[in-house]
């Protein structure tokens, strides 16, 4: 069975940091590229960041670029999101996904003081 | 950012009968491979979303044949033949074909 499960959210000040990790299980990890897509409350789906299956190259939108970092591990077949500077607009749950096919359920990370 | 715009926003359905969902990007998101890099994808009440369809017209392993996607450049549709109870959410194009990744403002289809 395929599986994606983050966690690492949580309530955090603005200025804050979280790192968000997600364990992957139940298919190939390093044939996928991967994913943070989030979904503010109420809102619609937003593609955060990427990397490719190597680790090699990683894009970010830019309302995140110089805060977030993206990063893998294949042989623990884990991928992480370290968030600084948080922003109260980035609370979100953020979904993991493995090429758009495989997607966890959330973790919800709140940016309130 | 290439912009995907959805229409209908709200698309109310009688069950048993067909409904479509539009999609416009704003550049062709036919790259240089010759692929054509749209998806859509379903998000169900309290659920995660799930991808039905990959490169305009490729249904997922487990979608149901009722869901169809065509379309090409700039102009994509979802269409479901006809529409069943568990349909209820609201769904999605996607554009990966440039950075960044980008969402239509998604389509909540209700049962009428």
């Known amino acids: 069975e395929v599986q994606l499960v983050e966690s690492g959210g949580g309530l955090v000040q603005p200025g804050g940091s979280l790192r968000l990790s997600c364990a992957a299980s139940?298919?190939?990890?390093?044939?996928?590229?991967m994913s943070w897509i989030r979904q503010a409350p109420g809102r619609g789906l937003e593609w955060v960041a990427h990397?490719?299956?190597?680790?090699?190259?990683?894009y970010y939108v830019d309302s995140v670029k110089g805060r977030f970092t993206i990063s893998r591990d294949n042989t623990k077949n884990s991928l992480s999101l370290e968030m600084n500077s948080l922003r109260v607009e980035d609370t979100a749950v953020y979904y993991c996904?493995?090429?758009?096919?495989?997607w966890g359920q959330g973790t919800l990370v709140t940016v309130s003081s | 950012d290439v912009v995907m715009t959805q229409s209908p926003l709200s698309l109310p359905v009688t069950l048993g009968q067909p409904a479509s969902v539009s999609c416009r990007s704003s550049q062709s998101l036919v790259r240089s491979d010759g692929g054509t890099y749209l998806s859509w994808f379903q998000q169900r009440p309290g659920q995660s979303p799930r991808r039905l369809i990959d490169k305009v017209s490729n249904r997922d392993s487990g979608v149901p044949d009722r869901f169809s996607g065509s379309g090409s450049g700039t102009d994509f549709t979802l269409k479901i033949s006809r529409v069943e109870a568990e349909d209820v959410g609201i769904y999605y194009c996607?554009?990966?074909?440039?950075?960044?990744?980008?969402f239509g403002q998604g389509t909540k289809l209700e049962i009428k």
């Open positions: 996904t493995g090429s758009t096919l495989h």
């Open positions: 990397i490719n299956q190597h680790g090699s190259d990683k």
């Open positions: 139940g298919f190939t990890f390093s044939d996928h590229w």
């Open positions: 996607m554009q990966y074909a440039l950075w960044p990744h980008t």
